[in-house]
T-cell receptor, first 116, second 114 residues
Framework: DGGITQSPKYLFRKEGQNVTLSCEQNLNHDAMYWYRQDPGQGLRLIYYSQIVNDFQKGDIAEGYSVSREKKESFPLTVTSAQKNPTAFYLC???????????????FGPGTRLTVL | AQSVTQLGSHVSVSEGALVLLRCNYSSSVPPYLFWYVQYPNQGLQLLLKYTSAATLVKGINGFEAEFKKSETSFHLTKPSAHMSDAAEYFCAVTTGAGSYQLTFGKGTKLSVIP
């Protein structure tokens, strides 16, 4: 089955530590995204990538870093510079925009990060 | 710039009653619009999308939405609520045309009362 996997499902971090969240897709999508979800705030875009070895900052990139070395993988690192990292993190992917049709984003199951 | 407003952070309906979740958007160009559903501790699943074809869009699980340009709205409806519809619903907008970013509303949590 094609889809997006995120691991781990739950992650606990001590203050001052960096942690990396995994996101893998086998949908052959070119574009991948990371969102942060907080209660009552909807989803906010952290980073996105349209092609291997290239990525752009979203609305709340400070304190986060990403890499895109393979088409299938888009890991997110939450650094110690992120002041309030406790949240639900969602990874998504999509095909690239083509013609008159916008291709929707497909989401993974999410990782819940808690800072102790 | 584009934005989405979902009226009502919580909506409660009785089982069998009409479901109406409101979404208004702001966009300087013709938008593409989406409704997603999220069950607790899960990712988002696409319910339906409007991409400038028919203004009345039918989705999964009996949901539909109507694009009204004059009202800048894309409200989600279902004639008869089921207990399994209890979830959080997100409206999202993009201008497409080279922009891959979705702008999400803050979400509406739907409760279904037996």
């Amino acid at each position: 089955d094609g889809g997006i996997t995120q691991s781990p499902k739950y992650l606990f971090r001590k203050e001052g530590q960096n942690v990396t969240l995994s996101c893998e897709q086998n949908l052959n999508h070119d574009a991948m995204y990371w969102y942060r979800q907080d209660p009552g705030q909807g989803l906010r875009l952290i980073y996105y990538s349209q092609i291997v070895n290239d990525f752009q900052k979203g609305d709340i990139a400070e304190g986060y870093s990403v890499s895109r070395e393979k088409k299938e993988s888009f890991p997110l690192t939450v650094t110690s510079a992120q002041k309030n990292p406790t949240a639900f993190y969602l990874c998504a992917s999509s095909t690239l925009y083509s013609g008159s049709s916008y291709n929707e984003q497909f989401f993974g199951p999410g990782t819940r990060l808690t800072v102790l | 710039a584009q934005s989405v407003t979902q009226l009502g952070s919580h909506v409660s309906v009785s089982e069998g009653a009409l479901v109406l979740l409101r979404c208004n958007y702001s966009s300087s160009v013709p938008p593409y619009l989406f409704w997603y559903v999220q069950y607790p501790n899960q990712g988002l699943q696409l319910l339906l999308k409007y991409t400038s074809a028919a203004t009345l869009v039918k989705g999964i699980n009996g949901f539909e939405a109507e694009f009204k340009k004059s009202e800048t709205s894309f409200h989600l409806t279902k004639p008869s609520a089921h207990m399994s519809d209890a979830a959080e619903y997100f409206c999202a907008v993009t201008t497409g045309a080279g922009s891959y970013q979705l702008t999400f509303g803050k979400g509406t949590k739907l409760s279904v009362i037996p």
